[in-house]
C-alpha cells in the first residue's frame, strides 16, 4: 500500500473540518478541484499555486488586525504578523532588486490606488503641506484644505489604450482611476502591432502627465522601460509600471535589463497570482524616494492587511528565488513562442505577429468569428481562454475580436513545446470548423455559433487525454 502524502493528508483532513460544518463548501472546493484538473487552462492571468502557498493562507494568522507597518501597528499583539510581513518585504526585495517592498494589497487593483494616492500624496500633498507650514493634513485651515482636495483632483495620467492591450485601472472611467485623473491614452502601430513609442513622446509632451503608466493585460511583447523612463523624465512624470501579468518574467530573469521595469520606474505595482505563482494579491515596489508614501496605503485606502496572504506572498516568493523558478519563467514564455507558431503555422493571424512574453492575442477575425463566438466554441471543446479586445476592434470590448490565451497555467502542469504545438492544433480545429450563427429572427448574430457536436466532443476529449499526462497536484489524492 502506497504511503499518504502529508498534502493529500492536510488536504482530506482540512475538508473533512470543513465539511462537518458546511458540507457544500467542503463539495465546493473538491469540486473546483476536479474542474481544474480536467480544464485545458489557456487564460493569461490564472496559474496554479503551490500547496505550500495554498496551506499558508487556510489557518489563525486571519484573525488577527494588523494596521500599520512592521513595528508600528495600531493594534498591539502583532509580533507575528511583524515577522511575516518583514519576511515577505524582504523577498521581495531580494527578489527584484527594488529599494522598497509593500506586501499588504489585497489584490492588482489595490496594489495600483496604493501607489496612484502614495504618488499624489508625495508630489501634490506634501509641498502644498510644506507651503502651508503644516506637518499634517489635519493642521491645514479650511480653504488650504479645499484648494489641495481641488488639486489632488485635477491630475493627469497617460496610460495604454485598452484595446492595445491596457488595463481598466490605468485611468479608464469605469475604473476610480478615471474618476481621479484626467486621461490620455498611447498605443500601438497599426502596421506592427508594436508599442508606438515615438506617438507616446509626442502625447507625453503635449498631455504632460503627472503619471505615466506602462504595464498591461493584453499585450503580446515586451515594453522598454528604460525608454519609458525616459519618457517620464522628459516630462516630469512620475513613472509607474504595471507588471501584474509578467512580474514572473522579471523575477525568472526572462525579462531583464531595459525590460526589467524594477530599476526604471519610480513605482511598481503588481499581482501576486499570474506568472508569479502566488496568492491572490497585490504588492507595490518603489523607489526609497516614494516608499513611506507607499507604507500608508492601510489605511489610506486598503483595510486591515491579510496577514495569512501575507504568509502565502512570502511562501511564493521563496519559491520564485529558487533556481527552478527561472525554468519555470523561461519555459512560460518558450511555451508561449511554441503556441503562437503551432497557430501561425495553421493560418492564424496574431497581433504583432506573435509573441515574447506569456501571452498571446489571436484575432479570431481571420476565421471569420467575434471573440464571444470563439471563446465559447473553445469552451465547448474543453479549451478555456477569454475573449479580447485587439487594436482598433470592430466588435467593441463586449464581443471583441480577439481571443487572449497564456502559458503560465500548463506551464505550472509541466507542458512543454511539443505540446503546445498540439494545444494550436486543437484551437485551430475548432475555429476553423465554427461557423457565426444567427439570432432567432435569422439575423447575423455576434454571440451565438455553429459547431458539429461530434467535432467539439471529440476535442475536449483529446485535450483530457493530453492533460492526463501531467496531472494537476498529483501529491493531492482526494480518494
Ligand atoms: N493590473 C493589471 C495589468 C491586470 O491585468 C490586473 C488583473 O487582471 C489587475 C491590475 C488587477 O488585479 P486584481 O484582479 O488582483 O485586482
Not at 492536510?10 to 462537518?20: E, T
Not at 503641506?129 to 488650504?144: I, M, P, S
Request: proline fraction near 5%; charge should be negative.
Amino acid at each position: 500500500m502506497s504511503a499518504v502524502s502529508p498534502e493529500t493528508q492536510a488536504v482530506r483532513s482540512a475538508l473533512s473540518v470543513i465539511g462537518s460544518v458546511e458540507p457544500a463548501v467542503a463539495a465546493a472546493i473538491t469540486d473546483e478541484l476536479t474542474a481544474q484538473r480536467e480544464s485545458l487552462k489557456l487564460i493569461a492571468s490564472e496559474n496554479y499555486a503551490s500547496m505550500a502557498v495554498l496551506l499558508a493562507m487556510g489557518n489563525w494568522l486571519s484573525d488577527k488586525y494588523a494596521e500599520g507597518t512592521p513595528g508600528h501597528r495600531f493594534y498591539a499583539g502583532c509580533a507575528q504578523v511583524d515577522r511575516i510581513e518583514e519576511l515577505a518585504a524582504g523577498h521581495a526585495r531580494e527578489l527584484f532588486g527594488a529599494d522598497h517592498a509593500y506586501v499588504q494589497p489585497h489584490s492588482g487593483i489595490d496594489a495600483n490606488l496604493v501607489a496612484y494616492w502614495a504618488i499624489l500624496a508625495h508630489r501634490i500633498e506634501a509641498p502644498a503641506l510644506e507651503r502651508a507650514g503644516a506637518k499634517h493634513v489635519n493642521d491645514l485651515t479650511e480653504q488650504d484644505w479645499e484648494q489641495l482636495r481641488q488639486e489632488l483632483g485635477s491630475q493627469r495620467m497617460l496610460g495604454m489604450s485598452l484595446d492595445a492591450g491596457g488595463h481598466l485601472t490605468h485611468g479608464f472611467r469605469p475604473n476610480i482611476s478615471g474618476k481621479m485623473f484626467h486621461q490620455r491614452t498611447y498605443g500601438t502601430d497599426p502596421a506592427t502591432g508594436l508599442l508606438d513609442y515615438a506617438a507616446l513622446r509626442e502625447t507625453a509632451r503635449e498631455f504632460r502627465p503627472l503619471i505615466l503608466v506602462a504595464g498591461y493585460s493584453a499585450y503580446p511583447r515586451r515594453i522598454n522601460f528604460a525608454t519609458m523612463r525616459e519618457i517620464a523624465d522628459e516630462v516630469g512624470a512620475t513613472l509607474l509600471v504595471d507588471m501584474a501579468h509578467f512580474a514572473g518574467l522579471v523575477a525568472g530573469k526572462v525579462l531583464t535589463g531595459d525590460f526589467d521595469p524594477v530599476p526604471h520606474a519610480h513605482v511598481t505595482t503588481t499581482t501576486t497570482h499570474k506568472t508569479l505563482r502566488g496568492p491572490r494579491g497585490g504588492m507595490v515596489l518603489c523607489q526609497q524616494e516614494y516608499a513611506e508614501a507607499v507604507d500608508r496605503g492601510c489605511p489610506m485606502v486598503l483595510g486591515g492587511p491579510l496577514a495569512h496572504v501575507m504568509a502565502a506572498k512570502a511562501v511564493a516568493l521563496a519559491e520564485a528565488r529558487q533556481p527552478a523558478f527561472r525554468d519555470y519563467a523561461q519555459q512560460v514564455a518558450d511555451n508561449a513562442q511554441a503556441l503562437a507558431a503551432g497557430l501561425m503555422n495553421r493560418g492564424a493571424r496574431l497581433v504583432s505577429n506573435g509573441t515574447d512574453n506569456h501571452l498571446c492575442l489571436v484575432d479570431v477575425g481571420s476565421y471569420g468569428l467575434t471573440g464571444r463566438q470563439a471563446e465559447s466554441a473553445l469552451l465547448d471543446s474543453g479549451i478555456v481562454t477569454n475573449r479580447n479586445a485587439i487594436p482598433r476592434d470592430p466588435n467593441g470590448a463586449w464581443y471583441t475580436s480577439g481571443i487572449r490565451i497564456g502559458t503560465p497555467a500548463l506551464t505550472t502542469r509541466g507542458l512543454g513545446t511539443a505540446e503546445m504545438d498540439v494545444v494550436a492544433g486543437l484551437m485551430h480545429e475548432v475555429l476553423s470548423s465554427t461557423r457565426p450563427g444567427t439570432t432567432k429572427a435569422g439575423t447575423p448574430s455576434k454571440a451565438s455559433y455553429e459547431l458539429d457536436s461530434a467535432l467539439s466532443g471529440r476535442v475536449s476529449k483529446e485535450a483530457s487525454g493530453l492533460l492526463a499526462g501531467f496531472p494537476l497536484y498529483p501529491e493531492v489524492d482526494l480518494g
